[in-house]
């Protein structure tokens, strides 16, 4: 598809859909899960680790983008093009997988918060599920209208959320007590709720938390199609990457300093109870509720923007259907974007649930668990680059940071858990179908090797999806 040169995005938008994309739900209830699983203490260790790893990763995007600047549409190019089209295939829809799954995570984190809001007079399940549908086609409604259209959109809804998180910082350090910050004993127990811990242990618990909020960090480079320059995908990669580290850490001392850790795990919603301590009071409770839900809104169209794009681009290469290539005249891939939207209509049935913060942990946790298999293809992949332009480079740097880049997606693996990757399987074993009609359209066959994987992932897909129906896993 061309794009015409004032249709192209430039350093800020690509800034603001990455920031949009990282912050999102994850800054709103981030505080109180990890004071769940680690102390003040641990969680800062955590961030410190997360960030350098998130780093790395943005790390390894900045130099494929420079190194392999005709690979336009990023995480999914990686993949394809240093491990073959089922390898592509299976980071595009893993990527995919993992932007519609963020997107439930967003509208169930929206009528959480606005149950909180309403208090006693909080909606049914069944009016957040019908307002929640309602959102979701009205998103549908605005992107048919325009990629960049969206992304301009997603600007403004990006720069009204940041209001609230700034307010936060400025006036929540007034309420900073240092005995709340550095907790006894902290390597021992934890202060939430009295339970045996370990430093290692609060690292590995809090490493999912920390994960979901830096996914986004290859926004731009999944944009990089529709962006002016490579130059402008590596900066905004970089600048988006550092805005939310610094914003991230900031919200994370201030509210573990300000609220007692047994009353922040309790909290449903953790940063306007920090606010409504401050000189505004009430009104700052309301203005962070407020800023919660204008926030998930903007993610959730961050996700929706790349979740199409990545699909959109597969099915131009091949590894997907040919049916998902086809744009309307605004250039919108209607038959990508129509699929991301009924997927998550489908597992927004689970927005009926009264348990809404169980819900909100489960999405995001198997939403990281799908991204982490791309993260990993597109680091091996920058090794393997490195490797085949060491003599050139005259510097291990490179290198140094995609091996980095590989070991922290491996360890996040470890970290999120082996049974969330096992649920992925079942995404990964019902996209398989999809590769099989692809290669059927081209008048190919998958390799031996392909078919091999292939048949695994549907034994295990029919396991897992029957192990669901009669209840003897649960979500």
Excluded at 447 to 466: M, N, Q, R
Aim: aromatic content about 10%; proline content about 3%.
């Amino acid at each position: 598809m061309q794009q015409r040169k004032e249709e192209k995005l430039g350093l800020w938008l690509l800034v603001f859909v990455a920031i949009g994309s990282m912050i999102g739900s994850g800054i709103f209830n981030s505080p109180r899960d990890l004071i769940r699983v680690a102390n003040p203490q641990g969680a800062l260790i955590a961030w410190t680790t997360g960030g350098a790893g998130a780093l790395t990763l943005a790390l390894v995007f900045v130099y494929l983008v420079s190194r392999k600047p005709e690979l336009k549409s990023g995480i999914y190019a990686y993949a394809r093009d240093g491990f073959g089209d089922y390898m592509g295939f299976n980071s595009a829809w893993g990527y995919w997988s993992a932007g519609w799954m963020g997107n439930v995570s967003c509208l169930v984190l929206l009528f959480k918060t606005l149950n909180d809001l309403l208090g006693e007079h909080a909606i049914s399940p069944l009016a957040a599920f019908l307002t929640g549908s309602a959102l979701l086609w009205l998103f549908f409604a605005i992107l048919m209208s325009g990629i960049r259209e969206g992304a301009i959109l997603n600007f403004i809804v990006t720069t009204a959320k940041l209001i609230p998180i700034l307010l936060i910082i400025f006036l929540g350090v007034s309420l900073v007590r240092g005995d709340l910050l550095l907790v006894p004993d902290w390597q021992q127990r934890l202060a939430s709720n009295g339970e045996e811990t370990a430093p290692l242990l609060q690292l590995k618990g809090a490493m999912a938390i920390i994960l979901w909020c830096f996914v986004g960090v290859e926004a731009a480079s999944v944009l990089s199609g529709r962006a002016k320059s490579q130059q402008t995908v590596r900066l905004a990669t970089i600048l988006s990457l550092l805005v939310v580290l610094t914003v991230y850490m900031l919200i994370t001392v201030i509210t573990m300093a300000s609220i007692p850790a047994g009353e922040l795990a309790d909290s449903q919603t953790p940063l306007a109870l920090v606010l409504s301590r401050t000189l505004i009071g009430t009104a700052g409770g309301l203005t962070v509720k407020l800023g919660i839900m204008v926030s998930v809104l903007g993610a959730s169209l961050s996700w929706i923007l790349l979740s199409v794009e990545t699909l959109y681009v597969a099915a131009k290469d091949g590894v997907l259907p040919r049916t998902f290539r086809k744009v309307n005249r605004k250039g919108t891939p209607v038959n990508a974007l129509l699929l991301t939207q009924c997927c998550t209509q489908l597992f927004l049935l689970s927005i009926l649930s009264p348990k809404l913060n169980e819900t909100y942990l489960a999405a995001i946790t198997i939403a990281s668990s799908l991204v982490l298999i791309p993260y990993l293809l597109s680091s091996l992949y920058a090794v393997k680059v490195a490797l085949r332009y060491r003599t050139t480079e005259k510097t291990g740097r490179n290198l140094f940071v995609a091996l980095l880049g590989t070991i922290y997606s491996l360890y996040v693996i470890y970290a999120v858990g082996v049974e969330y990757l096992f649920l992925s399987v079942l995404f990964y074993g019902i996209g398989s179908l999809l590769y099989l009609r692809a290669k059927r359209e081209k008048k190919e066959r998958p390799k031996p090797w392909e078919w091999t994987v292939i048949i695994l992932l549907l034994t295990g897909a029919t396991w897992i999806a029957v192990l669901l129906v009669t209840g003897k896993i649960l979500l």
